[in-house]
């Protein structure tokens, strides 16, 4: 199992993504934003949280435009799996692997607490190892996590049962409660909050180390 | 460019007095140039120079076996085994936020950050100590809603968890808030980089951000006291820029990693000034600058604003010249600027050429020694008048006013704009004591603490001293952790006034027999003085950053209360309601003398509290609002009532010192309390956790109720 982290000069959750893969199992090569290629036989990517580019001009859009992301943008295209967390949401947006946009919070201020979510479908790699409807608490920390998307296209994710988790106590003012969204594909997942941050019984939360134990089954068997 | 001509007038605005102006002469045996004047007024002021608390400073202890490097670096070192070292400090940046709080509270996060990579630690924690104006003052909302932005902003983007700090109010800081950040970081003990440069002919190298015209002068305007022309000192605040610092401190760890580095420093207040000087000084060589070459963002600029800039995001370094092309490559790599501007030289000499102009020529090592050192005047804080009657008050509705006070209310509309838990080894956020932070990789903890209560300091110095660090030994010690060492930040009004100079002697004589009898030596602080608008001073704040050390996270106290849990206090009780917080908020008293510190119980205590952990299921230490208070708030975090056995007000809010109140279960209750009586340490049942009420002397509120009046205090007052 090999999982592939991009390191852009402002993540900051490079390290935290790195270290939840590796203790589901996965051996991790972090990659540079200004590499072309992404290294061979990966499973996964994932996209770190922090400031990628220091998030001037729009969170994520600076991202979107590197070398990196075109290598990302061809992987989801050969159906390659991606995770983005907060930042790397925002980047998945940007680059148009998901749909919608992240906006300023509606509080207008940066929010880092942990909350509680509902697992909206378990359908997916990254969620199958919850039951939808679970509860779970994962924290966020974020300035600009106000998912938001047009009629059609909410319609749309929630037709295709494309809506990942949403929030119990909605913190930012996202549509429909949004906090993480899947691909068509149901291979590219993008999620405000930090599953990474609640995957180690010292810290207190362990309920984001389902998710990656469920993608480290998934490679396990594939 | 012709130079401006040195006037009477120019002396003064740059902060120098005749006298000092006098000594500049006889320096220099001829009239300086203005680069020079600039320079000399940058080494010179207070807040570079330290040269009125410097006297006062040396008598603090600053060693111990845990010490790797005390004063004097740019942060303090200290061991924690396996070969790993904690590198960490506090410093000040009250006038920049007062004047533009965002990019003033900001830039001082940058700049603590800095001082602790520059010395090849990655920092892992951060804290703040913010102190405003009373709640209804017109100016504190906008402050405090610009300096927590401002500090969020900058931690955050930069990936570094803000785990702890404070936050106060009182009409004593409505002209001059207090901003004093702390960054801790994480090294090996045998790499760690300091200031002195070695070797002749060795090239100086500019590293980071371009230099603008952002922040000349402004170590100098934070060495004088505001009057009503503040707002023309907008100017002097610098401009941050987190994603510029994450690069420097990435590229810098790297850069460190090659062997590259002989010296580095970052370049704070007074610049390229300030960060030369030192490393040749400490290194007992001569500098030379050749000014075109340092990277600039603006044009046209001369020599005197290359020198007193305080654009953020910049390094000084000399370097290994054989290492040029590799270095070189490690910030190319992140995109910063790297450029040659200088070399060692083996005379006393720091010489700034600018286009082959020579724009200043000095002894160097003068420069930096004959920086002026006063004994100030001071008189002794006159002891303060016994408290007279205080009225009895129903002690719910003494609660009541104090959780509805944003003072003590739960700081969450704070925190919640922080990052606490980047880097995924934050195993207690803000708002329950001390901040807990895992030690990568390993299973050791760190506990970080922030503590003054600054009327006590100003009714009594000295023992308001001792107490700063007898509460921030109390906070790690209801973690569980060991306390390592410590850092102050001294703010302080205009010491030329003797009753101020006073109140800092006597606050340094307490914090020093504080730091001595509990072990936790001072390695590092900051000094800020002239905190004062037309006259009047703040409160004394002292503030004391402190760290402790767990060998593992099992060892960590909790902070879980649970049904029929017992109420123990640790410690005695005398009931002193001097300058409590019950006497301020209920009564609008700030009256009597700040209690008294026992600093041999304060260490009994605190090793009773570590060696019987094992008893103990949450801890809490006591201080401001005493016993009513500390029992509120570790029932309401755990969402359980608490009921206390009867007693007049001065034993619930008497703010004794030396005391924990701890919750444990019946069979542990009885082993804590036979401990006690073989340590000879005194423990009392005060009452007993349960139910859905907080209960004392026959009075009852819903602890729903009191949560959310607790919760929602801060930003109905502040939001």
């Given at each position: 199992m ?15 993504l790195?270290?939840?893969f590796?203790?589901?199992g ?14 061979d ?8 949280g ?7 001009l ?18 989801a ?16 947006t ?8 992240l ?16 697992v ?10 919850y ?10 920390a974020?300035?600009?996590?106000n ?18 988790f ?14 993480g ?6 291979r ?33 068997t594939? | 460019m012709q130079?401006?001509?040195?006037t ?17 002469l006889?320096?220099l ?19 570079c120079s ?7 400073l ?8 845990q ?7 740019n942060?303090?070192?200290v ?21 533009e ?17 520059t ?10 100590a913010?102190?405003f104006g009373?709640?209804?003052h017109p100016k ?8 927590v932005?401002?500090i969020?902003?900058?931690g955050?983007?930069f ?7 404070e936050?106060r ?7 001059n ?6 960054a ?23 590293l980071g ?18 009057d009503?022309?503040?707002e023309?000192k907008?100017p002097t ?5 987190p ?5 420097l ?28 000087v ?6 007992g060589?001569?500098i ?9 963002r ?7 604003e ?9 390094m000084?370094?000399?370097l ?16 910063l ?17 600018h ?9 160097l090592?003068?420069l930096?020694g ?6 100030r ?8 008048e016994?408290?007279?009657e205080v009225a009895?008050?129903?002690a ?10 944003p ?5 969450q509309w704070?925190?919640?704009q ?23 990789g ?12 600054p009327?006590?300091?100003r009714?009594n ?9 007898a ?11 060991k ?18 100079m ?6 340094i004589k307490?914090?020093g027999?504080?730091c ?11 000094v800020?003085?002239?905190n ?16 402790g ?17 017992q ?11 001097g ?7 209920v ?9 008294a ?38 029932a ?35 082993a ?13 049942c ?11 002397n026959g ?12 919760r929602?205090?801060?930003?109905t007052?502040?939001?």
């Amino acid at each position: 199992m090999r999982a592939g982290v991009l390191v852009f000069p402002g993540s900051n959750g490079d390290r935290d993504l790195a270290v939840a893969f590796r203790a589901a199992g996965f051996d991790v090569k972090m990659v540079w934003h200004k590499d072309s290629s992404l290294p061979d036989n990966l499973d996964i990517v994932g996209i770190p949280g922090g400031f990628s580019y220091g998030d001037y001009l729009r969170c994520g859009a600076i991202a979107a435009q590197s070398p990196i992301c075109r290598a990302v943008a061809d992987h989801a295209g050969r159906g390659g799996y991606v995770l983005g967390v907060c930042n790397g949401f925002q980047v998945l947006t940007e680059t148009g692997l998901l749909p919608g946009a992240l906006l300023r919070n509606s509080g207008l201020k940066y929010v880092c607490r942990t909350v509680g979510l509902q697992v909206a479908t378990a359908a997916s790699a990254f969620t199958e190892n919850y039951s939808a409807g679970d509860t779970v608490e994962i924290p966020i920390a974020h300035h600009d996590g106000n998912y938001f998307a047009d009629d059609d296209t909410l319609a749309r994710l929630h037709g295709e049962d494309r809506v990942a988790f949403t929030y119990l106590d909605n913190p930012n003012g996202s549509v429909q409660d949004i906090a993480g969204i899947l691909s068509e594909n149901r291979r590219v997942l993008g999620m405000m909050p930090h599953p990474e941050r609640a995957a180690d019984p010292v810290l207190g939360g362990t309920d984001g180390k389902a998710m990656f134990h469920a993608l480290a089954g998934t490679f396990a068997t594939a | 460019m012709q130079e401006p001509e040195i006037t009477p007038d120019v002396i003064a605005n740059h902060g120098l007095t005749d006298d000092e102006y006098a000594n500049i002469l006889r320096i220099l045996n001829r009239e300086p140039t203005f680069t020079e004047l600039g320079i000399f007024s940058a080494m010179w002021n207070e807040h570079c120079s330290y040269k009125s608390s410097k006297k006062w400073l040396r008598t603090l202890p600053t060693t111990g076996p845990q010490v790797i490097c005390g004063p004097g670096e740019n942060a303090g070192v200290v061991d924690i085994g396996d070969g790993q070292a904690i590198i960490f400090k506090m410093e000040s940046h009250n006038h920049p936020s007062y004047i533009e709080p965002y990019q003033g509270a900001a830039t001082g996060v940058g700049g603590i950050l800095r001082d602790v990579f520059t010395m090849g630690a990655r920092p892992i924690a951060a804290m703040n100590a913010l102190s405003f104006g009373a709640p209804d003052h017109p100016k504190t909302r906008s402050l405090v809603h610009g300096v927590v932005a401002g500090i969020g902003g900058y931690g955050n983007a930069f990936g570094v968890p803000t785990v702890g700090g404070e936050v106060r109010f009182h009409s004593a800081y409505n002209g001059n808030c207090l901003v004093n950040a702390f960054a801790a970081g994480l090294a090996d003990a045998d790499k760690i980089f300091y200031s002195a440069a070695s070797g002749v002919g060795m090239p100086v190298v500019y590293l980071g951000a371009k230099t603008g015209r952002d922040g000349v002068g402004g170590a100098t305007m934070a060495s004088a006291e505001f009057d009503d022309s503040i707002e023309e000192k907008r100017p002097t605040v610098q401009v941050g820029d987190p994603f510029t610092e994450k690069r420097l401190m990435e590229a810098t760890l790297e850069l460190m990693a090659t062997g590259a580095v002989i010296s580095i420093q970052d370049m704070g207040a007074a610049g390229l000034t300030c960060s030369a000087v030192e490393m040749g000084d400490k290194g007992g060589l001569g500098i030379k600058l050749t000014l075109e070459c340092v990277p600039q963002r603006e044009e046209n600029m001369t020599a005197y604003e290359m020198m007193l800039s305080e654009s953020q995001e910049r390094m000084l370094m000399v370097l290994r010249p054989e290492k040029e092309a590799e270095a070189r490559a490690v910030f190319e790599k992140w995109d910063l600027d790297f450029a040659i501007i200088g070399e060692t030289i083996p005379e006393d000499r720091f010489l700034i050429l600018h286009n082959d102009k020579v724009m200043a020529d000095l002894p160097l090592a003068t420069l930096s020694g004959s920086a002026p050192e006063y004994d100030r005047d001071w008189v002794p804080t006159p002891a303060a008048e016994p408290l007279g009657e205080v009225a009895q008050v129903d002690a719910i509705d003494g609660l009541r006013a104090l959780i509805s006070s944003p003072n003590y209310a739960a700081k969450q509309w704070v925190y919640d704009q922080y990052d606490s838990m980047v880097m995924a080894d934050t195993i207690r956020i803000p708002g329950q004591g001390a901040g807990l932070v895992r030690v990568h990789g390993t299973d050791k903890v760190l506990a970080f603490t922030s503590d003054v209560t600054p009327r006590y300091v100003r009714a009594n110095p000295e023992e308001g001293g001792k107490q700063a660090v007898a509460e921030a030994y109390r906070n790690l010690t209801a973690v569980g952790a060991k306390p390592l060492a410590t850092t102050d930040n001294m703010n302080f009004g205009n010491p030329e006034r003797p009753e101020i100079m006073g109140q800092f002697v006597g606050a340094i004589k307490g914090i020093g027999a504080a730091c001595l009898a509990l072990d936790m030596p001072i390695v590092s602080g900051n000094v800020s003085l002239y905190n004062e608008t037309d006259g009047e001073a703040i409160l004394p704040t002292p503030t004391i950053g402190a760290i402790g050390l767990l060998a593992h996270s099992d060892e960590i106290i909790g902070y879980d209360v649970r049904e029929g849990h017992q109420a123990l206090l640790i410690g005695e009780t005398a009931g002193h309601l001097g300058q409590s917080a019950l006497l301020a908020e209920v009564f609008n008293r700030e009256e009597g003398d700040a209690p008294a510190v026992d600093l041999v119980a304060e260490r009994r205590n605190g090793d009773f509290v570590r060696d019987n952990r094992e008893l103990i299921r949450a801890c809490t230490d006591l201080s401001d609002g005493g016993l009513a208070l500390a029992a509120f708030e570790l029932a309401e975090a755990s969402g359980i009532g608490v009921t206390l056995d009867a007693a007049p007000c001065e034993i619930l809010f008497g703010e004794d010192q030396a005391r924990y109140l701890v919750a444990c279960n019946f069979d542990q209750a009885e082993a804590l309390m036979i401990a006690a009586g073989q340590a000879g340490v005194p423990v009392t049942c005060v009452g007993r956790f349960g139910g859905d009420c907080f209960r004392v002397n026959g009075s009852e509120a819903p602890m729903d109720e009191l949560s959310t009046l607790y919760r929602s205090s801060f930003e109905t007052a502040i939001g």
